[in-house]
């Protein structure tokens, strides 16, 4: 495979709202959805439904969101083999509120994805040690993760961590070392620095001082500020493609999964940067998670605009 993902897999319970509720406010929304989500999930999507191999490794419940779980994953053409079924544990899920213009707050119950541990490990590791590209986020125990990415880079490959949902004490030294890039968003950033960039000038600043820490390559995601990034040799500021959001749910997955895809590609990492964030900005015109990450073809056509 040339591409594995290693974590969450969640079934998604999804409110459109014509804006969000207060603290202990009741509001009638709109309508709802039940789709595929989880941060593994949808990084496996984006990066299939862009034309990728992908090994997606994770574990399911045994209840009633595991087969439609399942059977999303299969529609998207994603391989099941190394989807796990948990028979102590239950799917995670997601409790989604989605306001006016995309901005959205969610509760995540992780289920079978906090039981993720070294025999998932063990069971993935043909498909590990081929991938040329592994994606991590933190929905999933740390310590299998880093086990997974040891066995990735003993065999050439390249590690993109997605830092979320981000540790209040930051990420170690040793974390940082042990990946090749890392994708956080403006608040993920600030929960690892100590101090959240505010600008685009501060989040090249902020991908600067996690490269000092360890990371080889930072890129710090400012959502319609665009991003910056800081790596061997290139150090720059990416502007945003201009959309109208819906819904900007999982949009940094599709951001993760379009990176993997064209680094996989053989792409440069500026020129991967620009398709990984043409992938995000398209994701955040549809609703839903992994539905909305966009097809190879929808992204050409939209970075051919003038």
């Known amino acids: 495979m040339s591409i594995a ?54 574990r399911l419940g045994n209840d009633d969101f595991a087969k439609p779980a399942e059977r999303e994953l299969a529609s998207y053409g994603v391989d099941l083999s190394l989807v796990a079924r948990d028979a102590e544990g239950a799917t ?3 409790i989604i509120n989605v306001g006016e213009g995309g901005e959205n707050y969610i509760s995540l119950i992780g289920g079978g994805n906090l039981r993720v541990d070294a025999s998932d490990v063990e069971r993935a590791k043909p498909a590990l040690a081929k991938a040329k590209v592994l ?16 066995i990735v880079k003993a065999h ?9 949902p981000a540790p209040e004490g930051g990420l170690s030294a040793d974390v940082l070392k042990a990946v090749d890039i890392i994708t956080p968003n403006e608040t993920e950033a600030g929960l690892i620095l100590g101090w959240q960039p505010q600008s685009p000038e501060e989040g090249l600043k902020a991908a600067k001082e996690l490269r000092a820490r360890g990371v080889s390559t930072a890129v710090v995601k400012l959502g319609g500020k665009g991003l910056a ?3 061997p040799g290139v150090e720059a500021i990416i502007p945003a493609f201009k959309v109208t959001p819906i819904d900007t749910v999982a949009a940094g997955d599709s951001f993760n999964g379009g990176l993997a895809h064209a680094l996989d590609q053989g792409h440069p990492l500026e020129a991967a940067l620009r398709f990984a964030a043409a992938c995000g900005a398209l994701s955040t015109t549809k609703k839903g998670a992994s539905a909305a990450a966009p097809t190879k073809a929808e992204v050409e056509a939209f970075l051919a605009r003038p």
């Open 5 to 58: 993902v290693f974590g969450s897999i969640n079934m998604d319970v999804t409110a459109y709202m014509h804006r969000l509720p207060k603290p202990g406010e009741t509001l009638q929304g709109k309508e709802y959805k039940l789709g595929l989500g989880g941060k593994g999930a949808n990084q496996a999507v984006a990066a299939r439904k862009l034309g990728s191999d992908v090994a997606f490794i994770c």
């Open 92 to 94: 995670g899920i997601a």
């Open 135 to 150: 994606l991590l986020q933190l929905e999933v125990p740390l310590a299998a993760s880093l086990s997974a990415a040891a």
């Open 156 to 164: 050439g490959g390249m590690v993109i961590l997605d830092p979320a």
């Open 229 to 231: 990034v800081a790596g």
